[in-house]
């Protein structure tokens, strides 16, 4: 099969200046995340709250997400993520405001997240299904891969730089930087150009909302390729992913290296990522793609069990480089095969069930670890999480093993 060029998507202008921006902001967005867990755990000193504000996060993703499909189908993408951008800056700033004066509470903390997390229910889906209208679906895996990079890149540099800025400056200037980031990629989609043919502008909707969710999701169920792979998405998202929200307390209280070593840790997850996603982008087509799925996630899940059990922090940020190798892997192949699968019609709609099992299992996740952390501690509990999201994977792969075949 032809191999794609590696940088074929950035050859589309709205996706080249999309990127870009979304490289300043998604670093920025990392830095918020490492200030936010410090936040919760000098405020409370507890990783139950870490665990509660992961879910306050999560859980509006997995109640709106569908309706974020909905209005992905429906409206102009570019609206609804200039929209998205300019409600995250603001939310940003706001708690870089109550964190410089002083008056921040965890209860704060919580509510603000919340409200992110409603608009990360429209923004994820809506961002997803915007790729394919930016390049055409020639280019997309490609352009999935160079996102899920952008992505990462900024998942490496973004903790490095929170923990200096924690360490050097303060705390809320995450959330200041985090605030302006925002701009880089507002001021990226208002420069796009599309032509008014194309299927970016409003659409001609004459159903209902509960029939065009009932039309997505009897195509979801009817496709076993998008089934089985959004199964399996929700299994490593409800079992494995937690542990991104309890890294504050392996910096602090296990291998006790403080903001500086939190920034370490996420950079080395970041770094996997990124490893992963231009791994991806540069090979271009794969073949047997469900097989390098499934792999990947089995490799997540063992080396999420070495990390959980190690004390020293060499070890510890190998096993996140592996770690992020495997999510990224095991999501971008399932990302890109589930959109060249589904018909442009529904893609919003798909790309929201996506979402709804990739994003919206981890706030379940994260109150079921952070309660068990709670009585056992938070490396047992990771480490069970991990030994689950392998065993779900097993039985899978025994109970679906066509997903082996896509």
């Not at 004066?101 to 903390?109: F, P």
């Not at 989609?189 to 065009?212: A, C, Q, V």
């Not at 070495?306 to 999501?331: D, E, I, N, R, Y």
């Not at 095969?337 to 994003?359: E, K």
Request: proline share 3%; net charge positive; charged share 10%.
């Amino acid at each position: 099969m032809k191999m794609e060029q590696p940088l074929l998507s950035l050859r589309h202008k709205n996706f080249r200046i999309f990127w870009f921006g979304q490289i300043v902001s998604l670093t920025g967005t990392w830095m918020h995340s490492v200030g936010q867990g410090w936040l919760v755990l000098k405020l409370t000193d507890s990783p139950f709250y870490l665990g509660l504000v992961g879910t306050a996060g999560s859980l509006p993703i997995l109640l709106f997400t569908l309706f974020g499909g909905i209005a992905a189908d429906r409206f102009p993408k570019r609206d609804i993520l200039i929209t998205t951008q300019i409600s995250s800056m603001f939310l940003a700033l706001t708690l870089a405001i109550l964190t410089s004066t002083g008056i921040v509470n965890v209860w704060h903390v919580l509510i603000l997240t919340a409200i992110l997390g409603t608009v990360h229910a429209f923004d994820v889906p809506t961002r997803q299904s915007f790729i394919i209208e930016m390049v055409g679906r020639e280019s997309l895996l490609n352009a999935i891969a160079l996102n899920s990079a952008a992505f990462n890149g900024a998942r490496i540099i973004g903790p490095a730089i929170a923990g200096l800025a924690i360490g050097y400056l303060s705390l809320e200037a995450c959330f200041y930087i985090n605030a302006l980031s925002f701009l880089a990629v507002i001021i990226a989609l208002g420069k796009m150009r599309f032509d008014p043919s194309t299927s970016s502008g409003l659409k001609e909707k004459t159903s209902k909302i509960k029939e065009e969710m009932v039309e997505g999701l009897r195509y979801i169920s009817g496709e076993s390729r998008i089934y089985v792979l959004i199964i399996f998405v929700a299994i490593i998202s409800f079992f494995g992913f937690p542990y991104i929200t309890f890294l504050p307390v392996f910096a602090r209280d296990i291998l006790q290296v403080g903001p500086t070593g939190l920034g370490l840790l996420m950079s080395s997850a970041g770094a996997g990522a990124f490893i992963g996603a231009m791994g991806l982008a540069l090979r271009g087509d794969v073949q047997k793609k469900g097989l390098l799925s499934v792999s990947a996630g089995i490799i997540f899940s063992l080396a999420l069990i070495v990390f959980s059990f190690s004390k020293v922090m060499w070890l510890s940020s190998a096993m996140l480089v592996l770690t992020g190798w495997g999510a990224l892997t095991h999501l971008a192949t399932a990302n890109s095969l589930i959109q060249l699968v589904a018909p442009d019609h529904l893609r919003g709609r798909v790309m929201s069930a996506y979402t709804l099992f990739f994003l919206g299992m981890t706030p379940i996740g994260n109150f079921v670890v952070g309660t068990l952390a709670h009585y056992v501690g938070t490396g047992i509990a990771i480490a069970i999480g991990a030994k689950l999201c392998l065993l779900g994977t097993i039985l899978l792969i025994w109970k679906k093993p066509e997903i082996l075949k896509i």
